[in-house]
């Protein structure tokens, strides 16, 4: 149903920190972070995949008070390792 694209939760863009120290603050990072909650049967992506994605992506969506996107695949710009 998906097909290609995949929903994403978004993050608050304040600040992040990844486990391995590496701090992004919303100033430095034009660019969104997100979390893979459902993707369709051709992503390359994995739930629980941390995405990075342009301002732009997707059709954003808000349920049960959270913020979600749905976009494309071939909107996301990386897929962090380890994060």
């Known amino acids: 149903m ?4 995949v929903l994403v939760e978004a993050e608050d863009q ?7 120290g590496l701090v ?7 660019d969104v972070l997100g979390t893979v909650v459902a993707h369709g049967d051709v992503a390359d992506v994995g739930i ?9 992506a997707g059709q954003v969506m808000e349920y049960d ?9 071939s909107e996301l710009l990386a897929v962090l390792e380890d994060a």
């Open 24 to 30: 992004i603050v919303e100033s430095y990072a034009p």
């Open 48 to 56: 629980g995949d941390v995405v990075v994605f342009p301002p732009s």
């Open 2 to 5: 998906l097909g290609s694209r």
């Open 14 to 20: 304040s600040l992040y920190e990844r486990p391995d």
């Open 65 to 73: 008070g959270r913020r979600y996107l749905v976009m494309d695949e």
